[in-house]
Every structure is written in C-alpha cells, then in structure tokens.
C-alpha cells in the first residue's frame, strides 16, 4: 500500500524561509512559493511519477549547479527537505481523499489573485500532456482545470484568451473551485497510478534523504554532490 512520510506541515515560518531561498536563487526564474504549489499539485496529481531530478531546474529556474547558493551541505539538506515536506503534504492530502487548499498569498494590499498558483499548475501539467489532454475531453471530469485556466490566461496578452473580469467575490469561488478540480483531476488519473486491478502501486516515497559530499548529487547529473551542486555552490 502507498505510504507517505508523515512530516507535518511546513509552519509560516518554514515557508517564509523556503520563499526567501527561492527568491534568491541567481537569474531570478525560480518559481516562488504559491507556484510551487499549484506545480506540485498538478505534478502528484498527474498520470505520470514525476521524479525529483526531472524537476528541480523547473523549480529553481535553472541547473541547481547554476541557480542555488547553498552556504554549506547542511543548508542544502534543509532546503530540499523543505521542498521534499510540502510535497508530502499535498500527496497524503490527495490520497486521504481530502481537499488540498491552493496555497495563495496576499498581495501587498491583502488582496488574494492565485494567478501565480495557476502557473505553477500549468507548468505541471505540462508533464503528461496527453493524458491532460483527455481529462480535458473527458465528459464527466472535462471542467476541472477551468478555474486554473480561468487565472492562468486573466492577465494574457491575447484579448480574445482572457476571461470576463473576476470580481473579489468571483476570484474567491474561482479559487474554491480550483481546488475542487484539482481533486477531480487526481481521481481521475488515480487508475493510471494504480494500475488497471485497482490496486495501490507503491511510488517512491519523496523523502529528503541527506545527502554528502561523495554521495550522487540530488539533481540527477550523476556526478558526486561535491564535483557538482555542493562543489558549485557551497561558499
């Protein structure tokens, strides 16, 4: 039967502090925070296992090499074990059949808008396209990615993508049905993860495992972590 780490959730102060590394990361096209999780979302949700080193320069905005300063191993440690919790979060709430809450933050005016969220699920669900593409035609499960595309093209260039205004009152029933849709898509896709008996697959479980100098680096280049991330960017 699947298991998941049973980690709590990351605190406020935990995400401020994951938010702060990500924002720092050179070239600025890390996502932040609340992309991160529509993009885990999508991701755990999906019809393919995604694996971590398939991912990572998507989540810093380039190679961990490139991208990420870690001050020592130890950091590194923490801050992938960072990444690695709010994962398992959102895995065992899916898979407990529960609803997964968008994690959306105010705006400097204390006003939610969730399209940063909406991104970061596009962005996933670029991974498995075609199978996205038949929830999409899907009869009974068709609308479940309408909230998300709603955000995702609010602000687009082409006029014609845009959707109609999205009042405070509106956005909040967006948001709501967003996370709607996000348990409708990860049913859907659950026989695909399953496998046709119905029968729980175990996945490999994402734990933040430590890593050391003479072990494989974390972003899968095969390399030892100190010829490669920790050598690169261990000041």
Not at 74 to 87: F, K, Q, S, T, V
Not at 102 to 124: Q, S, T, V, Y
Not at 139 to 157: A, N, R
Not at 165 to 172: Q, Y
């Amino acid at each position: 039967m699947r298991t998941f780490t049973q980690d709590e959730p990351l605190t406020d102060a935990e995400l401020d502090r994951f938010g702060d590394f990500l924002k720092a990361c050179k070239g600025g096209k890390a996502m932040n925070v609340e992309a991160l999780d529509g993009f885990f979302a999508a991701l755990i949700a999906g019809p393919e296992t995604v694996m971590p080193s398939e991912y990572y320069r998507e989540v810093f905005g380039g190679e961990m090499s490139d991208a990420c300063e870690f001050g020592s191993i130890d950091e590194a440690n923490e801050i992938l074990g960072l990444m690695m919790r709010h994962w398992n979060t959102i895995a065992a709430t899916l898979y407990k059949g529960e609803i997964h809450v968008p994690l959306i933050f105010e705006d400097e005016k204390g006003e939610l808008h969730g399209n940063d969220w909406a991104r970061g699920f596009h962005a996933g669900d670029a991974h498995g396209h075609d199978g996205w593409s038949d929830l999409v035609n899907d009869e009974k499960y068709g609308g479940s990615l309408t909230p998300v595309m709603m955000l995702y093209h609010e602000h687009d260039e082409d006029p014609e993508m845009r959707p109609d205004p999205i009042t405070p009152d509106k956005r909040e029933q967006v948001i709501a049905f967003m996370a709607a849709g996000l348990m409708n898509a990860y049913e859907y896709f659950r026989k695909e993860r399953e496998g046709d008996l119905g029968v729980d697959v175990p996945e490999p479980r994402r734990n933040a495992s430590k890593v050391g100098r003479n072990d494989p680096c974390l972003c899968g280049s095969r390399k030892k972590y100190k010829k490669c991330c920790g050598g690169a960017t261990v000041n």
